[in-house]
């Protein structure tokens, strides 16, 4: 017999080899009906394959992410089955579960392309193997015979993977007709998936390098129910609709130039007014919470980024060393702001009664992305982060994480992020080469997380292998308005680059000592951070952040006078807008301010001219955005209402 501990703390004893479906069925057949896979010790596992120790236990459904994923994964396997029935002789390269569906890369036979119409034949067929309910079917294979099995199937990309995996670790899974090299996991069978939409085709580079052939990425979701199908393809149009850079370009944000450089953002005047006012924001707050501003320049000596690690972790994947006139000198542009801080803590000696030292930098890196991986501002080449790093003593990195954590908080607050998870980022449990430092040093960063995130209350999950290769961090994983997961703001303790750059301060025992560093980014990086918000609001920002607040519309020629003197005055107030003194009827002018997504339209005519009055209207309430006649002292105490009750001061 052998005991498996429950979610709730429970054990159930039950017999050897029993698999996550019998243990289901003995609970309930609904719930057996509902299972897509198990959680066995943290790992995810097939339903039906044999448990043979004492385990902690979990039954996965759809209402779990790991089950979703799993459907997902199972799904991608549907599609080949019916690609390769359809298409003989195509082979595959790999095909994941990701966020919000699957994609698999697929080498097509010769001659044959793949276009968006040919997507509904492809669905017919993967909804036509679903309802065979063809079990998915795992076996453990040796590396020899699964490279025996692929070489007499002529599959170059699978013997390709087989050449990185030990002999003992391999497994292949069959449905039907199809068989694949896989570690799994998978649902019961085929029967589950009940709704399938291919979204899109796309081209992809052999293990992602543009070197490599291209192949064909077909992109798809799966669901157990239409309806979820339905709902999720809704979902889809209004992202559409929100996209930052469909909006990005519709407000004059910011563009892009293959001439500069693709992956390098252009922000234009709108743009750049409200990233400067974000940035004032964020030192506002830090100048509050005990932070020090520094400059640093965009690049550095190459033995700078060896000391730190970066080198050798990131070099080969990033811009290549800058060459000087001098022999042998070489300048990296720079990747992480964090060096350049260990360099300015350095510059003297310290003291204990120095710290902590809060360094705080609008640090502009660079990072060599591939051109297929580029999107937008959500993956660039040149970005912003708002860093900042923290020296202190032991006994205060853990007030100094929950003091962070407060300001990140309020970042969220005032931008209207409501809903969000923290993930406690910890290193792998089985494979340590990865990342740098002691092990003691490691256990007593990652239980200072541990420990913050309780004491603040923190709605948290733990998700091991997905620290810095230099230590563990606290990831704060956002939803937006349409429920998509983003993770926005990062906090990170680090033992390891104190070590590397021999960084000391003296103690009151007058000994040396090292000091520990926090890293944090509560926005991350700023272009990312406005690609996420730009989509959250729709390109409807905040009253306190957007470009325009207002809009002074005359309805005839002869208000142009008055609209340029109340735009004077509101200047006075701090409030930002134009006038939109065109010779057009103020009905156009009304629906292009709609559009433009401007909060408030000031609409003057005879009667405002002659009180030294505003007739206030909010844009997007239609009728009930009707606020009436107002003076523009009254409008700016508004205004200021508005701002304040979304925009409290940060104290430390």
């Keep these: 017999m052998i005991q498996l501990t429950l979610p709730d703390g429970t054990i159930r004893e039950v017999e050897k080899n029993t698999t996550a479906l019998s243990v289901a069925k003995s609970i309930s057949e609904g719930l057996a009906r509902n299972v897509l896979a198990a959680e066995i010790n943290g790992e995810v596992w097939d339903s039906s394959r044999p448990i043979t120790e004492d385990a902690t236990f979990k039954l996965l459904t759809w209402n779990d992410k790991e089950g979703k994923s799993t459907l997902w994964h199972s799904s991608a396997h549907l599609m080949a089955e019916a690609l390769e029935a359809l298409y003989p002789g195509i082979k595959f390269w790999v095909g994941p579960a990701i966020e919000n569906g699957f994609y698999y890369d697929c080498d097509l036979p010769e001659g044959t392309t793949l276009s968006e119409s040919d997507l509904p034949k492809i669905e017919e067929k993967m909804l036509q193997l679903a309802r065979e309910k063809n079990e998915y079917i795992r076996k453990d294979i040796s590396k020899q015979d699964a490279i025996n099995y692929f070489k007499n199937k002529g599959d170059d990309y699978k013997l390709d993977l087989l050449e990185n995996l030990e002999d003992g670790t391999i497994t292949l899974y069959s449905q039907g007709e199809f068989t ?51 709902e999720h393809l809704q979902l889809l149009e209004e992202a559409k609709k929100r996209d930052h850079r469909k909006l990005g370009k519709e407000l004059d944000l910011f563009t892009f130039s293959q001439r500069v450089g693709q ?27 005990g932070y020090e501003p520094v400059v640093s320049p965009h690049i550095g000596h190459k033995d700078l980024y060896v000391c730190s690690g970066h080198y050798a972790k990131y070099g080969k994947d990033s811009f290549q060393p800058i060459q000087t006139p001098a022999e042998d000198e070489e300048f990296l542009l720079r990747p992480m702001n964090c060096p350049h801080h260990c360099e300015i803590y350095k510059s003297r000696p310290r003291s204990y009664k120095d710290l902590p030292i809060r360094y705080a930098e ?116 956002v939803k937006d308005a349409l429920g998509r997961s983003w993770q926005l703001g990062t906090i990170q303790v680090d033992y390891s680059l104190p070590e590397r750059f021999e ?150």
């Excluded at 694949?180 to 979204?199: M, S």
């Excluded at 080449?381 to 202190?392: E, M, P, S, V, Y």
């Excluded at 009827?585 to 909060?599: N, Y």
């Design 180 to 230: 694949d090299l896989c570690r799994g996991p998978h649902i019961p069978h085929t029967g589950f998936i009940k709704a399938v939409k291919l979204l899109n085709i796309a081209g992809a580079y052999f293990k992602g390098d543009e070197n490599n052939k291209q192949l064909t990425r077909i992109y798809g979701v799966a669901f157990p129910k239409n309806k979820e199908l339905q």
């Design 263 to 289: 992956g390098l953002p252009l922000w234009l005047p709108k743009g750049a007014a409200l990233r400067e006012r974000l940035i004032d924001f964020m030192k506002k707050a830090q100048i509050n919470a």
């Design 362 to 477: 609008f640090g502009t890196v660079y990072r060599y992305e591939q051109s297929g991986e580029l999107h937008g501002l959500t993956r660039v080449r040149g970005f912003t982060q708002d860093d900042a790093h923290l020296f202190c003593r032991q006994d205060q990195v853990e007030d100094e994480f929950k003091k962070v954590i407060d300001l990140v908080l309020h970042v969220f607050k005032a931008l209207d992020f409501q809903e969000y998870t923290a993930q406690i980022s910890l290193r792998d449990k089985d494979n340590r080469s990865k990342y740098i430092g002691s092990d003691e040093n490691w256990e007593k960063a990652e239980q200072a997380i541990i420990n913050a995130s309780a004491d603040k209350g923190l709605k948290t999950v733990v998700e091991y292998g997905e620290a810095a290769f230099y230590g563990p961090k606290l990831d704060f994983m």
């Design 503 to 652: 960084l000391e301060y003296i103690g009151s025992d007058n000994a040396k000592h090292r000091p520990v560093m926090i890293h944090r980014a509560p926005f991350g990086s700023l272009e990312r951070f406005i690609a996420v918000l730009i989509e959250h609001c729709a390109g409807k920002f905040p009253l306190w952040l957007t470009p325009d607040q207002v809009a002074v519309l005359p309805t005839s020629e002869k208000h142009n006078d008055y609209a340029k003197k109340v735009l004077h005055l509101l200047n006075n107030y701090d409030i930002r807008g134009f006038v939109d003194d065109r010779n057009e009827r103020v009905g156009k002018k009304i629906r292009d301010t709609e559009l433009k997504k401007i909060p408030f339209m000031l609409i003057v005519g005879d009667k405002e001219t002659e009180t030294n009055t505003i007739s206030v209207r909010q844009q997007g309430l239609g009728e009930q955005g009707d606020l009436g006649t107002k003076t523009v002292e009254e409008f700016s105490e508004l205004i200021d209402e508005l701002i304040k009750s979304r925009l409290e001061n940060f104290k430390d």
